[in-house]
């Protein structure tokens, strides 16, 4: 979801008001994930790195973060969605730990979209502490070195059981990843745009699944002998 602070800066306001209008723009991405019937729909809201930002904009984040789980979860949960948050959450005040473990626990047995947010969240932090899962069973004597396999760190890492990620949209017009879901992201089709975070829409959203449509994904195969 990038763009926030460009998008205010553009009009002269403070970066705070591009974050507020970001969460319009994220109700509006997840009611359209829901309607299309997508079956997960991940959001990278805070990097790892996202701590060396002035104090100022980190500790408004973090309101902002805690006000909309408040305000927000009964509608999720209304709608049938699953919440989650992957990321380390040692890093967040207790007050917030609570509120996301409360919103995790009161949608996890809801059944429709599931509503993934990637906070204090880093792609080599997930394959560390993936990594840190299956060497404890090691030590314990629980699993053999040998029969370590990618499906072993695929179930350790986040967003295990889910449907592997399909298309990964970045706002903002910067074409890289910046340690979003690397393990995940193996296969999945990658979709640039300028817009910024805060002006992206449903029509937007729609821009993006049509372009995936028309992609030929051969997963290694070569294309004849996908037809
Ligand atoms: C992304 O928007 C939102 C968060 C990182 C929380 P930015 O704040 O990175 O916006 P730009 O890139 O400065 O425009
Ligand atoms: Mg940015």
Redesign the pocket.
Known sequence: ???????AERKSKH?VL??KH?VKSLRKAIVFANEQKIEALTIF???SE?WQRPEQEVSM?MELFFTVLNSEVKKLHKNNIKFKVIGDLSGFSERLQKKVIEAEHKTENNSGLTVSVAANYGGRWDITQATKKLASLVASGELNSDDINEQMLDQAISLSGLPPVDLMIRT?GDQRISNFLLWQLAYAELYFTDV??PDFDAQEFQNALDVFSSKERRFGKTSAQLS
């Open positions: 979801m990038d763009g926030n602070g460009r998008w970066r591009g974050h970001g809201a805070f990097s996202n984040l903002g910024l975070w």
